[in-house]
């Protein structure tokens, strides 16, 4: 959605709990060279060396991904540090126009509050049940600081399907921003390797909720929040279970405190990448969560 314009997108996974290059693209090997980690914690983090680790997306080139490689865990590298995760964020930043930053639903990964802190939105991604609800209030409390803005962070039901409690849940939590309903070919893309494909099965309210972070990046400073408006009497009308089957058209984009988004317009990767004359790594070379239930 963010790079429908041509615009340049970098998505960003510290979690190592379950590295996501192998996730995200399992038909390419990409050594541990190609990790994360090696930024994190290399002894200096700049420009060049995060762009040499950015693995660019054959599909869509004007995305690239970086995240820790298969076999990892946490205790492949040093425990983070608030400062060098802060550093690599800005210097990830002047790479492109937009960093997603993936995060983990665990509030003790330093990665989740340094980047909910960083971010211009952060979007909340929670499941409409009893163990979103007791997720939220139990996390809340760490956020309180105003460094992280909590009161200004947008909310989605993650996962929603028609016999979740929408509008009990939307009343208990303060109200959802918008919706991302479930739908099995969504499901399928993400667990069979195709995730960047997921966008062709989204439906309309879907398609809202990702239009409504994008708009949110572009407000001027200063705008007031609004919520995403829901048409009829609560947020799922009479949407079968399914819908997001039939595909939708696909544009060229890419796609949990799940995602934070992180506007930046001083150039792109490619220039650093030319820089350093390194391309796409071919197979078997290196180069804004919250939400229980959705670690995106």
């Not at 988004?261 to 990448?273: E, F, M, P, R």
Request: with cysteine.
């Amino acid at each position: 959605m963010l790079t429908a314009g041509r615009e340049k997108a970098l998505i960003i996974n510290a979690d190592s709990s379950t590295p996501m290059l192998p996730v995200w693209m399992p038909e390419r090997i990409l050594e541990v060279s190609a990790s994360i980690g090696n930024v994190l914690t290399g002894l200096e983090i700049n420009t060049a060396l995060v762009a040499e680790r950015v693995t660019i997306l054959k599909e869509y080139p004007f995305i690239g991904v970086m995240g820790y490689a298969a076999g990892e865990n946490p205790f492949s590298y040093p425990e983070l540090k608030y400062d060098r995760i802060k550093l690599f964020l800005a210097e990830a930043a002047k790479l492109v126009d937009y960093v997603i930053l993936d995060c983990s639903s665990n509030m003790l990964n330093f990665f989740t509050p340094t980047a909910i802190e960083a971010a211009d939105v952060t979007v909340r991604i929670l499941t409409p049940d009893l163990r979103g609800l007791n997720y939220l209030r139990a996390h809340k409390p760490l956020l309180t600081d105003d460094k992280f803005h909590y009161d200004s962070h947008l909310t989605f039901a993650g996962l929603a399907r028609p016999f979740h409690a929408i509008d009990e849940m939307d009343h208990l939590i303060g109200g959802f921003d918008g919706l991302l309903p479930y739908a099995k070919e969504i499901e399928r893309c993400g667990t069979s390797g195709q995730m960047f494909k997921a966008l062709a099965y989204c439906n309309q309210r879907y398609i809202s909720s990702l239009k409504l972070v994008r708009e949110r990046l572009m407000k001027p400073e200063g705008d007031g929040d609004a919520p995403l408006q829901e048409e009829n009497s609560g947020f799922y009308g009479n949407l079968p279970e399914d819908t997001g089957d039939v595909p939708l058209q696909e544009k060229n984009g890419g796609f949990h405190e799940d995602a934070s988004s992180q506007k930046n317009t001083k150039g792109s990767w490619y220039v650093a990448l030319a820089g350093n004359g390194r391309q796409e790594a071919p197979a078997g070379k290196g180069v804004g969560h919250h939400g229980h239930g959705i670690p995106k």
